[in-house]
T-cell receptor, first 115, second 112 residues
Framework: GAGVSQSPRYKVAKRGQDVALRCDPI?????LFWYQQALGQGPEFLTY????????KSGLPSDRFFAERPEGSVSTLKIQRTQQEDSAVYLC?????????????FGPGTRLTVL | QKEVEQNSGPLSVPEGAIASLNCTYS??????FFWYRQYSGKSPELIMF????GDKEDGRFTAQLNKASQYVSLLIRDSQPSDSATYLC????????????FGKGTHLIIQP
């Protein structure tokens, strides 16, 4: 594909429901990142994959958040037992890993609203 | 804890003038610095990056880095209404191959 794609673009969940957000990175990109952007804030790092390996998950806010990238391509961010504070835009970015600049290309995001 | 600070604005600049956006960061180990532009409802897009102290120019944009003062800035010359957006400063401990730490962003308004 031409860019990073994410689905769904919008998700409304009732508090307590589980949600799964999908990211399709740019073809061939080794690195994949998830960020959470609350309204009026900058993106906050959640987790990072290099191929299928999750190298950093220090930004995941709680054990309700789980991410995977089993085949080193598509990634899924899962949020269990959603809470109102989880309402945000979830951004996925991918990078080809070329030095010196590992430019991260962002997808359009998934806007999650928890009622 | 890594922190990136920006004035949230709004910063209002007349069309054709120079817009100056500033950013400070807390982690002296930061190696790479990025400026992203984000239009309302859209995702961030990279407009400038800088690694070394000094100035880096690209068209109407100039990024400035002062590692001793832990300060990064972005200048936009000949500002256009299409430059109106939120500008996000981001830093990386590596070469961008790790998660970026973003500031809250500065909302820039270019007045026609």
């Amino acid at each position: 594909g031409a860019g990073v794609s994410q689905s769904p673009r919008y998700k409304v969940a009732k508090r307590g429901q589980d949600v799964a957000l999908r990211c399709d990175p740019i073809s061939g990109h080794v690195s994949l990142f998830w960020y959470q952007q609350a309204l009026g804030q900058g993106p906050e790092f959640l987790t990072y994959f290099q191929n299928e390996a999750q190298l950093d998950k220090s930004g995941l806010p709680s054990d309700r958040f789980f991410a995977e990238r089993p085949e080193g391509s598509v990634s899924t961010l899962k949020i269990q037992r959603t809470q109102q504070e989880d309402s945000a835009v979830y951004l996925c970015a991918s990078s080809g890993g070329s030095r010196p600049l590992n430019e991260q290309f962002f997808g359009p995001g998934t806007r999650l609203t928890v009622l | 804890q890594k922190e990136v600070e920006q004035n949230s604005g709004p910063l209002s600049v007349p069309e054709g003038a120079i817009a100056s956006l500033n950013c400070t960061y807390s982690d002296r180990g930061s190696q790479s610095f990025f400026w992203y532009r984000q239009y309302s409802g859209k995702s961030p897009e990279l407009i400038m990056f800088i690694y070394s102290n000094g100035d880096k120019e690209d068209g109407r944009f100039t990024a400035q880095l002062n590692k001793a003062s832990q300060y990064v800035s972005l200048l936009i010359r000949d500002s256009q209404p299409s430059d109106s957006a939120t500008y996000l400063c981001a830093v990386s401990l590596g070469g961008g191959a790790d998660g970026l730490t973003f500031g809250k962003g500065t909302h820039l308004i270019i007045q026609p």
